[in-house]
Every structure is written in structure tokens, then in C-alpha cells.
């Protein structure tokens, strides 16, 4: 999608089962023609996207969040997985032209694709070029959570891979608002975890928000907390109202990770002020 001097892709990797526990299933998306047949679904799991942002500005690359990782490993069991290298190479860009990698946060369906497993077996970057741009406060809570173990589904912490970005100093940890690039606003959020942060694109009259998990799907427009989900639900709350209020001001466009049909638009209103999302054209 072209939004001013910005191309915007969103990197589907597909549609899959979230389980309670936090394990992940690629799912086959026929069961989402009739989930109420599907008794597993809604009780013991549910369906998400995972969908990585692709910012392109001339040769300049940026992506944000980088999906599960899935088959980018030496003999990985997912070779045939569609993940970011494979969905990258669909716009003829290869991993050594990302300059820019950004996290919302470091649950690792957002962070795992990261880092891969070479032919040597060693940990290394996905992409050998790009800074890492993360929020202190979200490396410092992974840390102390990865020992405590989180139940909540998805909101899981695996850092033994990241530790190599870390040691290769390949992370830059920011803290606070952050404008990496002249267009690129880096909004902390907090909320879903400590140290949560959405994307703000602007170039002039065009203006684009990832809003990460702060509100993962189009269906958390109008729900101000997940309240198993979040870190601290009023912190979410009040970050959600703000940036909606201000997105829909600006008739911003929307880019959702985890939705399944509706992945991205602008905020309209129902008759009862609740938000709803309208679909545009790429
Ligand atoms: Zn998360």
C-alpha cells in the first residue's frame, strides 16, 4: 500500500491456533468458515494472524516486529513455512537490505524471528545490517519475567537467542519516545508489557500507526484491556484511549498484528460511538 513517500506491506505469515498454554499451530484457515462447528477453537485456543510490517522508503527498509521465526533455522522442521525472509523475497528485498528492524515488544510470536540458526549452528542476526530498536524497560522486565514464567497465552518471554543480539551489541535501547528516522515516531506505551511501544509513520498529511498488542486485532478497537493479557491494564487503557483519539483525528491508517480478516483501515464511528474500522483500498 502506498502512503505518501511510503510503501506499506504487511508480511503475513498466515493463520494460527493460540493455545492456552502459549504453544502456537499453523492452523488451516477453512476452520474459520464455521467455528461454531469447531468446539476446540474459542475454549481451548484461538485464532490469530501474525502479520510483521514492511516500511519502505526508497532503498531505506524498516521492519517492525519480525513473526515466530518459524523454518528460518538450519533444518528447520518449517522449511515450507512462509516466515520474514520468505515474505520479504516476495518484494525482491533480502535480509541484508533492512536497515531498520523495530519491536513493539519481545513476546517472542513478535521477536523470534530475530535471529536464525546458521549452517555452523551458531545464533546470528536475520538481518546483518539493521539496529535493533527496543525499549530498556522491555529487556529489563523480559529478563526478570523469563525467570517467573508468565501464564497468560502468548505472553511469553524466549531470550536465550536474543542474548546473542545483546552480547554483539546489535540491540539500541531506547527509553522513552524515540524518533529513529525524521518520519518514524517510537510512542511508549507500556501497558501490554513495561516496556510496549507503537509506530507512528507520518509524511506530511499521511499518517500510519502498528499498534502492536496494544490493540492486536480490529476486534480490541472498542475493549480498553485484555485484562489476562495485559501487564497493566490501566496503563493499556489509557494509551489505547489517547492514540485511538488521536488516530482517528488524523484519519490515520491502522495496522493490526494479529487479525484474522480485517488487518488494517481507518477509524470510523457506529451510532453508538463505538469505533469501527473501514476498510481502504491498497
Ligand atoms: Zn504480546
Known amino acids: 500500500m502506498r502512503l505518501g513517500r511510503f510503501t506499506i506491506e504487511q508480511l503475513s505469515e498466515g493463520f494460527f491456533e493460540l493455545f ?20 476446540t477453537l474459542g475454549r481451548f485456543s484461538s485464532a490469530i494472524g ?10 531505506n527498509h524498516t521492519i517492525v516486529d519480525t513473526g515466530l521465526g518459524w523454518g528460518l533455522d538450519h533444518k528447520s522442521s ?6 520474514i525472509i520468505t515474505n520479504l523475497g516476495i518484494f525482491g528485498i533480502q535480509p541484508k537490505d533492512i536497515d531498520l528492524v523495530i519491536l513493539t ?18 545464533t546470528e542476526a536475520t538481518f546483518p545490517n539493521a539496529r535493533y530498536l527496543l525499549q530498556k524497560s522491555e529487556w529489563d522486565f523480559a529478563l526478570s519475567e523469563q525467570q517467573s514464567k508468565q501464564e497468560a497465552p502468548g505472553a511469553d518471554y524466549r531470550l536465550d537467542e536474543l542474548y546473542r543480539l545483546k552480547a554483539d551489541n546489535r540491540f539500541e535501547m531506547i ?38 498488542d496494544l490493540i492486536p486485532t480490529e476486534y480490541h478497537l472498542n475493549h480498553y484491556s485484555m485484562k489476562r493479557i495485559d ?52
Not at 501474525?50 to 532503498?59: F, K, Q, T
Not at 518449517?78 to 516466515?83: G, I, K, P, T
Request: aromatic share 8%.
Open 20 to 39: 492456552k498454554d502459549g504453544t502456537f499451530a499453523k492452523m488451516d484457515p477453512n476452520r474459520l468458515n464455521n467455528p461454531g462447528d469447531d468446539p
Open 50 to 59: 501474525i502479520d510483521p510490517l514492511l516500511i519502505s522508503e526508497g532503498d
Open 78 to 83: 518449517y522449511a515450507e513455512s512462509s516466515n
Open 105 to 122: 515488544h519481545l513476546h517472542f510470536d513478535h521477536s523470534a524471528g530475530c535471529t536464525r540458526v546458521s549452517d555452523q549452528f551458531t
Open 175 to 212: 527509553e522513552g519516545n524515540h524518533s529513529p528516522t525524521e518520519s518514524i515516531k517510537l510512542i511508549h506505551s507500556g501497558g501490554h508489557t513495561p516496556g510496549h511501544q507503537v509506530v507512528k509513520i507520518e509524511d506530511g498529511e499521511h499518517i500510519a500507526y502498528f499498534l502492536g
Open 231 to 282: 501487564h497493566s491494564p490501566l496503563t493499556a487503557k489509557k494509551a489505547k484511549t489517547l492514540i485511538l483519539k488521536e488516530a482517528f483525528k488524523e484519519n490515520a491508517q491502522l495496522f493490526f498484528y494479529h487479525s484474522l480478516f480485517n488487518k488494517s483501515g481507518r477509524l470510523a464511528k457506529d451510532l453508538h460511538r463505538n469505533y469501527i474500522l473501514q476498510e481502504t483500498r491498497s
